[in-house]
Structures are given as structure tokens and as C-alpha cells.
């Protein structure tokens, strides 16, 4: 079915059945990989995957249609404007948090992803839009697990944290440094509207505490009124 012709129908020309089969599986692609960023609860989930790839699928088509029935002599025009233009709508996805934390970048990365899969698709390029979909899908579920696995087991941290004065700053430094935390890296910022202080640390620790004791050692340091990693 992933070659050029399937009972008799080729699968490259563009015809009723091509159209259908393209479409189907923009689809199927688009709603597997959308499944996995809704059991995550991500803003983009199965409705906006499916849409994205069959837009992009049917952007493609039409250029084809054009190429073959009004005599454009580039058939990938609209395809690429798919490219560049998909970037607003993930550029949408990605925000920064109040503690300076920064949400959905993979969200972004795989509509971007989705769309270009989708004009695969679009062209008839079956074969590589499913290994596509695949590796991709492999991608967002088994690294997201390997990537978690790492950070819980690295002796780096990045941390915001709200201090209710200058000198809850000055005392933590002293803390973290008794409690054998190396301090690599840090910015603060005041909050609007309060005394208190914002920052962001880097710091390191020695193996003698998992990364969720380093944590909640951390969070007992007098002055701290809110600790996230980030």
C-alpha cells in the first residue's frame, strides 16, 4: 500500500481516491500524536493535531491541483507558506509562567512537525509521513519519560524562588552553602506591587541527596515564601 500504485489506483496522482486516502490518514496521524499531548493536558490536544495536518494535507493537495488544472509552475508555493505560517500558531502555545517558567515548547515543536507531516501527506508521500508520525510519536511519549528519568537523577538544579526580603536572600546563601549546595549561578528581580524578591539559582549538589531531598531541604530555609524548579 506504500508504493506508487494499490489494486490498480495509483497513489501518487490526485484523484478521488487519493484525496480521501491522504486525508484519512492526515487524520489517524495527526489525532495519534494529538492523544499524546492531551493525556499530558496540553493546551493543544487531539482536535488541533487533526486540524493542523489535515490543513496542511489539503494545502498541499491544492497545490497539486493547481500544478496539474491551472498551469502554476510551483507546486509547492502554498506548501511553503504552511512552513513559515504554522509558527504563529505554535509561537500561541508557548508561555512564560509567573516564575519564570517556560511552557510549550514541545507543544510548538510538534504542530510545526505535524504540519510538515501533513503536506507528506499531501503529496502523496506516504511511506515517510508515517515514519514520520512514528518516530515522532516515540519522540513526545518514551523520551519524555527518559528525559524526566535524567533530571531526577542529575545533581543540578535551577530553582525560582520568592524570599520575603534582601536579607532572606543573604541568609540562603549561608544555608544552601552549610547545607553543601554550590551555588553556580543566580538573578533576582523585585515583584511588583510587594517587597518581596524573585530569583532564579543554578546550583549543584553532592550525591548525598536524591533530587527530591534537595528540593525539600531547600524549601525549609527561613525567608522562603514559594520554591519551583523550573
Request: contains cysteine.
Amino acid at each position: 500500500m506504500l508504493g506508487n500504485t494499490f489494486y490498480g489506483y495509483d497513489l501518487i496522482a490526485l484523484n478521488e481516491v487519493t484525496m480521501l486516502l491522504r486525508l484519512v490518514l492526515a487524520t489517524v496521524c495527526g489525532g495519534l500524536l494529538g492523544f499524546e499531548r492531551t493525556k499530558k493536558r496540553r493546551a493543544a490536544g487531539i482536535r488541533t493535531y487533526i486540524l493542523v495536518c489535515q490543513g496542511a494535507c489539503a494545502a498541499m493537495m491544492t497545490g497539486q491541483f493547481v500544478y496539474l488544472y491551472v498551469g502554476s509552475t510551483d507546486v509547492s508555493r502554498i506548501g511553503a507558506q504552511v512552513v513559515s505560517g504554522i509558527g504563529f500558531l505554535g509561537a500561541g502555545t508557548i508561555l512564560m509562567t509567573g516564575y519564570h517558567k517556560i511552557r510549550g515548547l514541545t507543544t510548538a515543536a510538534g504542530l510545526w512537525a505535524t504540519a510538515c507531516m501533513g503536506l507528506a501527506l499531501g503529496a502523496g508521500f506516504y511511506l515517510g509521513a508515517l515514519t514520520v508520525c512514528l518516530m515522532m510519536y516515540a519522540t513526545m511519549g518514551l523520551m519524555d519519560k527518559v528525559q524526566t528519568d535524567y533530571v531526577s537523577r542529575s545533581h543540578y538544579m535551577d530553582l525560582y524562588i520568592v524570599f520575603r526580603s534582601f536579607q532572606d536572600v543573604v541568609n540562603f546563601f549561608s544555608f544552601a552553602r552549610k547545607a553543601d549546595f554550590k551555588i553556580r549561578d543566580f538573578e533576582t528581580t523585585r515583584l511588583s506591587d510587594c517587597n518581596e524578591l524573585g530569583t532564579v539559582f543554578s546550583l549543584t549538589f553532592n550525591k548525598k541527596y536524591t533530587h527530591e531531598e534537595a528540593y525539600a531541604c531547600l524549601a525549609k530555609a527561613e525567608g522562603v515564601l514559594l520554591i519551583e524548579e523550573v
